[in-house]
């Protein structure tokens, strides 16, 4: 079944952990995008890729780092993970040349740095 | 500068009354427009997709309507379940990017009561 999956759902680290957040979709879709969401408040976009090998940065400077080696796979990483990186973090896809430009999102990784 | 604006922030109804949840946004070049439903812990799921041209749109109990010359959209609830208990996120998309940049509202929590 074509979904969008992230692991784990929940995390609870440390100060100082380096921690890597999965995102993967069995869509074919070419581009991605991590989104952060604090309670109450609206996405922000912090990291997307258009392909392989293709990542940039969004709106919201984020301290994590992206890589897309496989098109399926997204993986976002935080080398030193600090209370401030508390937050919810969504993964999405959509496909290239949609006039929409619909993105599906994944369940998201909640995140809790203590 | 790009946003969207929704109201209320927060509401509560009775099972099987109706409700209306309103967007104001200031996106352009516009797109498109959709509303998302965010159940707490999970990512957003589309509802509604209404481009320039389409005034009204639904999806079962869902009916958004668009009126893209004042910038402003609704989505009316009908019979509410407890099952309708989410955040609603208003989401407008710019064509003035390849990357389809989304814009995204804070989201209406509506809660829903036996």
């Known amino acids: 079944e074509a979904d969008i999956y992230q692991t784990p759902r929940y995390l609870v680290i440390g100060t100082g952990k380096k921690i890597t957040l999965e995102c993967s979709q069995t869509?074919?879709?070419?581009?991605m995008y991590w989104y952060q969401q604090d309670p109450g408040m609206e996405l922000h976009l912090i990291h997307y890729?258009?392909?392989?090998?293709?990542?940039e940065k969004g709106d919201l400077s984020s301290e994590s780092t992206v890589s897309r080696i496989r098109t399926e796979h997204f993986p976002l990483t935080l080398e030193s993970a600090r209370p401030s990186h508390t937050s919810q973090y969504l993964c999405?896809?959509?496909?290239?040349?949609?006039?929409?430009?619909?993105?599906?999102f994944g369940p998201g990784t909640r995140l809790t740095v203590l | 500068k790009n946003q969207v604006e929704q109201s209320p922030q927060s509401l509560i109804i009775l099972e099987g009354k109706n409700c209306t949840l309103q967007c104001n946004y200031t996106v352009s070049p516009f797109s498109n427009l959709r509303w998302y439903k965010q159940d707490t812990g999970r990512g957003p799921v589309s509802l509604t997709i209404?481009?320039?041209?389409?005034n009204t749109k639904s999806n079962g109990r869902y009916t958004a309507t668009l009126d893209a010359d004042t910038k402003q959209s609704s989505l009316h609830i009908t019979a509410s379940q407890l099952s309708d208990s989410a955040s609603y996120i208003c989401v407008v998309s710019d064509r003035g990017s390849t990357l389809g940049r989304l814009y995204f509202g804070r989201g209406t929590q509506l809660t829903v009561w036996p």
């Open positions: 209404m481009t320039f041209s389409e």
């Open positions: 869509m074919g879709h070419d581009k």
């Open positions: 999405a896809s959509s496909v290239d040349g949609s006039s929409y430009n619909e993105q599906f």
């Open positions: 890729s258009y392909g392989v090998n293709s990542t």
